[in-house]
Antibody, heavy 120, light 107 residues
Framework: EVALVESGGGLVQPGRSLRLSCSAS????????MSWFRQAPGKGLEWLSF??????????EYAASVEGRFSISRDDSKSIVYLQMNSLKTEDTALYYC???????????WGQGTMVTVSS | DIQMTQSPSSVSASVGDRVTISCRAS??????LAWYQQKPGKAPKLLIY???TLHSGVPPRFSGSASETDFTLTITSLQPEDFATYFC?????????FGGGTRVEIK
């Protein structure tokens, strides 16, 4: 079964760091680009970051709201995509999802999400 | 950045009704638009990509259409499991952007 499972969320103080992980199974992870999204409580979806496959140079894209603070990476040998989040702000509080780019930058497989709460 | 304006923000409908949700892009995005369904406490699910192609396993009562920068998601004969929030997403260029969502509620 194709699946994505996020982990690493939690409660963190403003200014601190957190690393999220997204573990993939059931498909050839290295063949796909991956992305991170978030959804603040009661709000809409926000795209955060994107990483291409090795075929496309493992290049990355970021939303302006997180560029310079967040960093996406991948380990194809472990089928994991990471989101390193630094200098966290209270407005980063949200449910964070990873998703597989299945079809032309649209996302056909999503994880269940991991909650990040930034508060003192 | 490409802005996606989705309307209405909510709609009340009954089982069996036809529901139409609109999404307008601030600039041309060709057919690079997707629609997702999200139920409370769950991750989004891809319904339609490339503006009108039904994702695998999605019932044919869902359909998508496009006219220049205007995109439409239509649900014919609304079913109880269709009560959810729907989002559009442009896949034309980075940053990827979403519409604000449309909540389909039971009338």
């Amino acid at each position: 079964e194709v699946a994505l499972v996020e982990s690493g969320g939690g409660l963190v103080q403003p200014g601190r760091s957190l690393r999220l992980s997204c573990s993939a199974s059931g498909f050839t992870f290295g063949d796909y680009a991956m992305s991170w999204f978030r959804q603040a409580p009661g709000k809409g979806l926000e795209w955060l970051s994107f990483i291409r496959s090795k075929t496309y140079g493992v290049t990355t894209e970021y939303a302006a709201s997180v560029e310079g603070r967040f960093s996406i990476s991948r380990d194809d040998s472990k089928s994991i995509v990471y989101l390193q989040m630094n200098s966290l702000k209270t407005e980063d509080t949200a449910l964070y999802y990873c998703a597989r780019d299945g079809i032309g930058d649209t996302f056909d497989i999503w994880g269940q999400g991991t909650m990040v709460t930034v508060s003192s | 950045d490409i802005q996606m304006t989705q309307s209405p923000s909510s709609v009340s409908a009954s089982v069996g009704d036809r529901v139409t949700i609109s999404c307008r892009a601030s600039q041309g995005i060709s057919s690079w638009l997707a629609w997702y369904q999200q139920k409370p406490g769950k991750a989004p699910k891809l319904l339609i990509y490339a503006s009108s192609t039904l994702h695998s396993g999605v019932p044919p009562r869902f359909s998508g259409s496009a006219s220049e920068t205007d995109f439409t998601l239509t649900i014919t004969s609304l079913q109880p499991e269709d009560f959810a929030t729907y989002f559009c997403q442009q896949a034309y260029s980075f940053p990827l952007t979403f519409g604000g969502g449309t909540r389909v509620e039971i009338k």
